[in-house]
């Protein structure tokens, strides 16, 4: 066996492990050169000749004829009544080029050889799949769900790679079936036993970014920038946009004509609420903005300390905090403001401060009171009982005192 050609017996290989011909003819003379160091001690004199086109393999071992009985390293040298058995016409002093066949290495050593070869594909394939995707971490990829565990899913690209969607960054209302397509975010990559793992993720703001993307043409294109995102998955989202082309509405283009261009992102995030506010400096026009759709009466903001007292109408404080206060909390995590809600009272002149009870009603009391916008006599006593025993969880016999109190000196 003089040539042995690899290029053809390691094809099928090649096409499924992304790993091209120059590559696979380096690993290849790496593993050779590995073999004739374990078996002759010294590679220094061996040539490994691959051709890239045809994948032939030869090995040629180069020594220089001596005087018999003068060799001194036999891997340079070789006796001249053994040059001779090759070649009948060679002289002391020449160069003998013998070919060296994979059975002389022994049957043990081509096994390893073997499996080092496949041990080292196996590793440039694990390399170049975790070079491939650190590269892709914040785009969006698409994927099979292979299986389904209690805890994540595995999922599998368009090259069977294995890609990991956990539990905990999956929408919640999140549903599949082994065999759905399910798009993601490449959401963090790294190495675990010497194996690419690869983090989706369908929670993170840099999925409803992409998707915007996606959807947008101007987006995409940087006509308009999203300055941030914030999310509750599953819930509710807020997107602050911005252009510098004044021809360009932000909002207007990212909703779309009837919502088309939003509707369609709303339905892969399992109806997530989004909300695209214009971005602005201005920093009460942005909490206003971003407690959208509440209507804001005034706001009073301590910039020191990124504090904000905002004052609405009583209708429109439960629009302000949201469901499950969903809508406050987006609206602080985006202005960098932590935001208080307060009642705007029309009887002002007849109502008293809480802090004004503070003889009667213990501190930690008015304080839980005020927490969930209730700073005012007439703003608590406007509330059900029932209410406020949940939302501030106060004992119910605190609360019917509280209310006795404030009944009392209004009257």
Known sequence: MNNVNLIESFQEFKEFKNIDRETMLVILEDVFRSMILKKYGDDEHFD?????????LEIWRNREIVADGEVEDENAEIELSEALKIEADFEIGEEVSESIHLNDFGRRN?????????????????????????????????????????????????????LILPKDQQIPSDYFKKGENVRAVVAAVDMKNNNPRIILSRTAPEFL????????????DGLITIKKIVREPGERAKVAVE??????????????????RIHSIVRELKNENIDVINFTTNDQ??????????????????????????????????????????????ASRL????????????????????TEFSDEIEAWVIEALKAIGCDTARSVISMDEDDLVKRTDLEAETIQEVMRILKDELE
């Open 110 to 162: 081509v096994l390893a050889m073997r499996q080092n070869l496949v041990s080292k594909i196996l590793d440039m394939e694990k390399d170049d799949i975790y070079k491939k995707y650190r590269e892709r971490v914040g785009d969006i990829v698409t994927g099979e769900i292979y299986q389904i565990w209690k805890r994540e899913i595995l999922v599998i690209d368009d090259e069977d790679n294995e």
């Open 209 to 220: 970014e992409r998707l915007f993307e996606q959807e947008v043409p101007e987006v995409f």
């Open 335 to 354: 202005t960098g403001y932590e935001i208080d809600v307060y009642r705007e009272n029309e009887a002002e002149l007849d109502d008293v401060e809480l």
């Open 285 to 330: 026009l942005l909490i206003s903005r971003a407690l959208s759709p509440a209507k804001i009466s005034s706001i009073t903001l301590d910039t020191e300390n990124m504090k904000a007292d905002v004052f609405l109408k009583p209708d429109q404080v439960s629009l302000a905090i949201g469901k499950g206060g969903h809508n406050i909390k987006l």
């Open 48 to 56: 490994i000749i691959i051709n890239a086109t045809t994948g032939d």
């Open 243 to 260: 252009s510098y082309d004044e021809r360009i509405d932000p909002v207007g283009a990212c909703v779309g004509m009837k919502g088309a």
